[in-house]
């Protein structure tokens, strides 16, 4: 039987996994445009550590021990491993060593177009993914805490409004943020907050 501490290994060295897949050259470039894709959408460390916090009462713990308490998994992860904050670069043939030599000035604007096209992709790419995982969290938070949803009323704020302060405002020295509280069944404190903040006149 997989415990909560393997299971959080395998997840997070298959990440690392994912992320030398698609940065190496050597592999075949159809299996690293599947490692791009499945790494857009596989748990990332912040997602295991929130999983972490999660428990199950048919099973008296939580599927994932959070990476703090394992000890040296960073040094035998393979790869980088895979964080919210990575920006992928999307897979594509080797080039050559010295790409823009002997070339005209067209063909090297061209190039460099083409660069900055791919990259401005992979930027959008990735700030919809964000924006994918940060209403699904808010959807999460008001099911957990229907009382939010009066809060956020009282305080004038529409759901994107309300998206961003439950996923980006930091709660603590921590680093916690407010959805982060309410998965760890803090959400009477987030609704204390919320309450000061319409009584202060103050949506920050």
């Known amino acids: 039987m997989t415990i909560p501490y393997e299971r959080t290994l395998a997840v997070l060295y298959a990440g690392g996994f994912l992320t030398d897949l ?3 050259p050597r592999v075949p470039l159809e299996h690293r445009h599947t490692a791009h894709h499945i790494a857009r959408h596989f748990p990332t460390v912040e997602d295991v550590e929130q999983m972490a916090l999660m428990e199950f009462p048919r099973l008296g713990t939580g599927m994932f021990e959070s990476p703090r308490d394992c000890p040296s998994w ?6 980088v491993p895979l964080t919210r904050s990575m920006r992928l670069p999307t897979p594509s043939e080797p080039e050559e060593d010295e790409p823009y030599v002997n070339k005209s000035e067209e063909e090297m604007a061209s190039a460099l177009l083409a660069h900055l096209g791919s990259a ?9 993914s964000a924006t994918e995982k940060m209403e699904k969290a808010f959807k999460i938070c008001l099911a957990a805490v229907p009382e939010l949803r009066g809060h956020f009323e009282s305080l004038k704020w529409d759901d994107p409004r309300a998206t961003e302060w439950l996923c980006g405002w930091t709660w603590d020295e921590s680093g916690r943020s407010a959805a982060l509280l309410i998965a760890s069944g803090h959400g009477a404190a987030v609704l204390e907050r919320l309450q000061q903040m319409a009584h202060e006149g103050n949506p920050s």
């Not at 960073?74 to 790869?79: F, I, K, L, M, V």
């Not at 401005?120 to 919809?128: E, F, K, S, T, Y």
């Open 120 to 128: 401005l992709m992979g930027i959008v790419r990735a700030q919809q």
């Open 74 to 79: 960073r040094e035998h992860c393979p790869g």
């Open 22 to 24: 698609n940065n190496d």
